[in-house]
C-alpha cells in the first residue's frame, strides 16, 4: 500500500522558516511527478510547487516564487518544501501528492494518484 508522510509543519511567526518532508514507501518514487499542495479553510486545495522525475524541473505557484524551493531525493524517497519569509497568507494544511507526469495542468490536484495525510503550518502576523 503506497504512503506518503508528511512531517515539518508547526507553527512560526511571519518572516521566519519551516522545511517539510514527504516520505513516500511502496512506490517507485523516482518515477513520479510530485507535487505540494496546501488548503485553507474554506479555501480550495492549491498546488503550490512540483517537480518532475528524471531531470527534476520545478515550477512553483506565483505566490511562493523566490520564497519557496521544491527538491527530491530519490535515494531516501524523500520530498522536501523549503519556506521562508512564510507569511500569514501560508497559513495552510500542506498535503505531498504523487502521480505520473501531468498532461495538463499540474496544479490540478485530480491529476496527482496518492496523497499524504497533511502537515499544518501555521504563520502568525
Known amino acids: 500500500q503506497v504512503q506518503l508522510a508528511e512531517s515539518g509543519g508547526g507553527s512560526v511567526q511571519a518572516g521566519g522558516s519551516l522545511k517539510l518532508s514527504c516520505v513516500a514507501s511502496q512506490l517507485t518514487f523516482s518515477n513520479y511527478y510530485m507535487g505540494w499542495f496546501r488548503q485553507a479553510p474554506g479555501k480550495e486545495r492549491e498546488g503550490v510547487a512540483a517537480i518532475s522525475p528524471g531531470i527534476g524541473r520545478t515550477t512553483y505557484t506565483d505566490s511562493v516564487k523566490g520564497r519557496f524551493t521544491i527538491s527530491r531525493d530519490n535515494a531516501k524517497n524523500t520530498l522536501y518544501l523549503e519556506m521562508n519569509s512564510l507569511k500569514p497568507e501560508d497559513t495552510a494544511m500542506y498535503y505531498c501528492?504523487?502521480?505520473?507526469?501531468?498532461?495538463?495542468?499540474?496544479?490540478?490536484?485530480?491529476?496527482?494518484?496518492?496523497w499524504g495525510q497533511g502537515a499544518q503550518v501555521t504563520v502568525s502576523s
Open positions: 501528492a504523487a502521480g505520473p507526469t501531468p498532461s495538463g495542468l499540474w496544479r490540478v490536484p485530480e491529476q496527482f494518484t496518492y
